[in-house]
């Protein structure tokens, strides 16, 4: 068997502790505790907490303990409750009817917006490069080497058609 602290699984601990687990199981937990101190360990803490939850008894409700629960629950009732409180029916019918005259007004300057104006779209414009003197000096020598160069190509290189 794994050591379940070094596998960090403490569920079969957790079970064993509890009394959860079958006798095959059980007696292998067993065999690794006399061997192991860390899980012997934790195994007993647990086996402890069990012992001490199953010998605690709750104390007993009292016979009025659910009218002094909702009396208290009354008491702190929310500030939203205790102020519309004197006004509950006038609440009950106006907050639904103002909700409604609120999205009739909405409704009606949405539909009434003027409509927006179509927006041209921007034109596109070139772009200019500065280019140090030497660059251009260079840009311009190829270009005019470029020129001589189709001047010295036959006339139907290039315009051969099939």
Not at 7 to 27: C, F, I, Q, W
Not at 136 to 146: P, R, S, T, V
């Amino acid at each position: 068997m794994k050591c379940p602290m070094e596998t960090r699984e403490n569920g079969r601990l957790l079970d064993y502790a509890s009394g959860k687990l079958d006798a095959v199981s059980s007696a292998q937990v067993e065999e690794h505790l006399q061997v192991c101190p860390a899980c012997r360990e934790f195994a007993g803490g647990q086996q402890l907490v069990w012992q001490a939850l199953d010998a605690w008894e709750p104390t007993p409700a009292s016979m009025d303990f659910d009218r002094r629960l909702y009396q208290a629950i009354e008491q702190q009732a929310s500030w939203w409750v205790r102020l519309t409180r004197p006004f509950n029916p006038l609440f009950r019918h106006a907050v639904p009817i103002a909700a409604a005259a609120g999205v009739v007004i909405m409704a009606g300057l949405l539909m009434n917006r003027p409509p927006a104006k179509p927006t041209l779209a921007p034109q596109e414009s070139a772009q200019v490069e500065t280019l140090p003197p030497d660059q251009l000096q260079h840009a311009l020598d190829d270009m005019e080497m470029l020129r001589e160069f189709n001047h010295l190509l036959p006339p139907d290189h290039g315009d051969s058609k099939m």
